[in-house]
């Protein structure tokens, strides 16, 4: 079956750094383009980054532009996401999918990895 098993979040202050992984089964992953979204409290699922099969397209929220990196290993079923410069706004639940997923209304998310970012 399809799974996701996200890591790596944790607390860190502003202007520190964290990066997540993310392990995918269950599908033929270098077929798929890959992305990072985050959910904060209250506020609803907002996509963070994705990246194309090949790994070379890559595209950003205005708001992570410059601070955080995307990138995928298509032989270990894996994407990663490098985040640079957190800042308390950063502070969600992170978890990585398939947008094709989202686009077919398939709910298989992961259990996600929390980034709290405070002084």
């Known amino acids: 079956q399809v799974q996701f098993v996200e890591s790596g979040g944790g607390s860190v202050q502003p202007g520190e750094s964290l990066r997540l992984s993310c392990a995918a089964s269950?599908?033929?992953?270098?077929?798929?383009?890959m992305a990072w979204y985050r959910q904060a409290p209250g506020k609803e699922r907002e996509l963070v980054a994705r990246?194309?099969?090949?790994?070379?397209?890559?595209n950003y929220a205005d708001s992570v532009k410059g601070r955080f990196t995307i990138s995928r290993e298509n032989d270990k079923k894996t994407v990663y996401l490098q985040m640079n410069n957190l800042k308390p706004e950063d502070t969600a639940i992170y978890s990585c999918?398939?947008?094709?997923?989202?686009?077919?209304?398939?709910?298989?998310w992961g259990q996600g990895t929390q980034v709290t970012v405070s002084l």
């Open positions: 999918y398939a947008p094709q997923f989202v686009q077919w209304g398939k709910d298989l």
């Open positions: 269950g599908f033929i992953f270098s077929n798929y383009d």
């Open positions: 990246i194309d099969t090949t790994g070379r397209r890559k």
